[in-house]
Nanobody, 136 residues
């Protein structure tokens, strides 16, 4: 089964930058190139929220308003790795960050962007998370 593993979290001062990586393995029926990918985060005491997602080809990307212009999602299909480059970090970006994958971009986008009038199907491929802490 597909497994995702995040790295790159840490503590940084406000205004600083971090790049998260998410490496995928365990492919059988499909390859990493077939998957749309995304990032979520969850701060202590808060609900998990979407951050960004990208289509399998990389041609389509979505960002929530709070990170638009500061975060950049990218995907290296050869390295089977997803990235989240984060700049101008703010204390409110402090959270556990999780990567996720799905063969259907619309499912990821519905979860991340909150589109759709009914709850989307669950995302079944998740990483274990990496902590990002931004100090003021």
């Amino acid at each position: 089964q597909v497994q995702l593993a995040e790295t790159g979290g840490g503590e940084v001062q406000a205004g600083g930058s971090l790049t998260l990586s998410c490496t995928a393995s365990g492919f059988t029926r499909h390859n990493f190139v077939d998957y749309s990918v995304g990032w979520f985060r969850q701060a202590p005491g808060k609900e998990r929220e979407g951050v960004s997602c990208m289509s399998w080809s990389g041609a389509t990307t979505y960002y929530v308003d709070s990170v638009q212009g500061r975060f950049t999602i990218s995907k290296d299909n050869v390295k089977k790795t997803l990235y989240l480059q984060m700049t101008d970090l703010k204390p409110e970006d402090t959270a556990m960050y999780y990567c996720a994958a799905d063969l259907n971009l619309s499912i990821l986008a519905d979860h991340i962007m909150g589109w759709g009038s009914t709850p989307p199907p669950p995302i079944n491929i998740w990483g274990q998370g990496t902590q990002v802490t931004v100090s003021s």
